[in-house]
């Protein structure tokens, strides 16, 4: 609320604020996180320089923070992100299990990072999301995207709906791996309270209910037979519970957008 009038990088009329500001967005996160593991030059680079497994709740967060940070910020929001970003990204760098160098830099390897994150809250949104999208509007959340992949050197970046996916799945890096195998158990099994875990399992089945079928082969993963029932029945349940994304309605209000009524029931924070 310190840049009263920015739009942000994406704006009020952009269809990325409204996907990402669904709970269906859940969905898509850990979608994504099994997606960008069946890559092993990409998971290698997790597996060598993250701290998932001693702060998965933290590692979670961060993410979670500059997806917000790229979707709703005000500009010196998002470019305060992607620098933070693209630091650690300078440190990121290594050799896979199958003996191919890697850097978080390299225009590929950000791509697969970004796509599979982009296509997994779109497929998300298109599976559980509670604002029903058109083709076109599909395209325009992909185009959208763009410009935050840009920001981080990915290349290439497919600008249609139908090109994103169909990238996703021919993509021909993709194998299993020992990195994968250990990033796919954590988040399939990851060490949550059990006043959280029901829940999750309920996402997480949704989340692999969307997953192509050659990536999910690559996974080691099989399709949950109750996997979109239960991601029906869990983000139903967030959705009256939470509404719409709190920040989502106070970047309407920064950006002197109008904000419909009754799309968020959180108590308001602006002052």
Sequence with gaps: MDHA????????????????????????????????????????????HSRYRDDPLGRLSRTSAYVTATTYGAMAEVEAAVQKVNDIHR???????????????????AAWVHNALTDSFLTAHLAFGGIELSASEADRFVSEQQRVGSLLGADPMPDRASMLSAWIEGHPG?????????????????????????????????????????????????RPRLGHFAGKTAIA??????????????????SGAEVPEGLFTQPSRVA
């Excluded at 050799?95 to 390897?109: L, M």
């Excluded at 994968?180 to 099994?189: G, H, K, L, S, Y």
């Excluded at 349940?237 to 920064?254: F, N, Q």
């Design 91 to 109: 440190h990121v760098r290594g050799v896979s299990s199958r003996g191919i160098p890697y850097s978080a830099e390299d225009p590929p390897f």
């Design 5 to 48: 009038g920015d739009p942000g990088l994406l704006g009020p009329d952009s269809v990325s604020w409204t996907v990402i500001g669904d709970v269906a967005a859940f969905i898509g996160g850990i979608r994504g996180l099994l997606v960008q593991a069946a890559h092993p030059e990409v998971v290698a680079g997790v597996g060598d």
């Design 237 to 254: 349940g967030l959705r009256w519970a939470l509404g719409y994304s709190p920040t989502w309605e106070l970047a309407l209000h920064r």
């Design 174 to 222: 993709l194998a299993t791996s020992p990195e994968m195998r250990d990033a796919v158990a954590f988040i399939i099994n990851p060490p949550l309270d059990a006043s959280i875990k029901t829940g999750y399992v309920l996402l997480r089945d949704a989340a692999m209910s969307t997953i192509p079928d050659r990536v999910l082969q690559t996974l080691e993963l099989e």
